[in-house]
């Protein structure tokens, strides 16, 4: 069966309390970033626009949080996430759901995705 939500909040709101701790932190993380992104669903996954690009995608698992910044986003810090044992793909990490989701490097992936998106756009 598949579901379609309206919003970001009717998507968080189907998992577990501290799964949506987790997935609003994660969308406060970004926000702190860049406050004027639109929120939006695609292919049934909060996901962000910046500048009316798509930008970053977000999405709960049973076991993991998955990021999807794109495959520059990853690329670019893939030394970071070996670091951290997180497991990556060529457009995603994984943040289990029972580890800190690293906010900081959350933070310098959305700040890398903006300016690739302000040169693009220039």
């Known amino acids: ?3 379609t939500f309206k919003n970001i909040n ?3 709101l189907l ?3 501290e799964v949506q701790e987790k997935l609003n932190q994660l969308r406060e993380a970004v926000h702190s970033q860049i406050p004027d992104l ?3 669903i695609g292919y049934q996954m909060p996901a962000f626009r910046y500048k009316g690009k798509p930008f970053i995608y977000f999405a709960g698992y049973k076991k993991h949080i998955g990021f999807y910044p794109g495959d520059h986003g990853i690329k670019n810090f893939e030394k970071d996430f070996t670091e951290k044992k997180l ?3 060529k457009g995603a990490v994984q943040f289990p759901i029972h580890e800190e989701i690293p906010l900081d490097l959350v933070k310098k992936i959305v700040a890398f995705r903006a300016e690739e998106i302000t ?3 220039s």
């Open 1 to 3: 069966m598949k579901n």
């Open 10 to 12: 009717d998507y968080i």
């Open 15 to 17: 998992f577990p309390p």
């Open 38 to 40: 639109e929120e939006y």
């Open 87 to 89: 497991k990556y793909s």
């Open 119 to 121: 040169k693009k756009k």
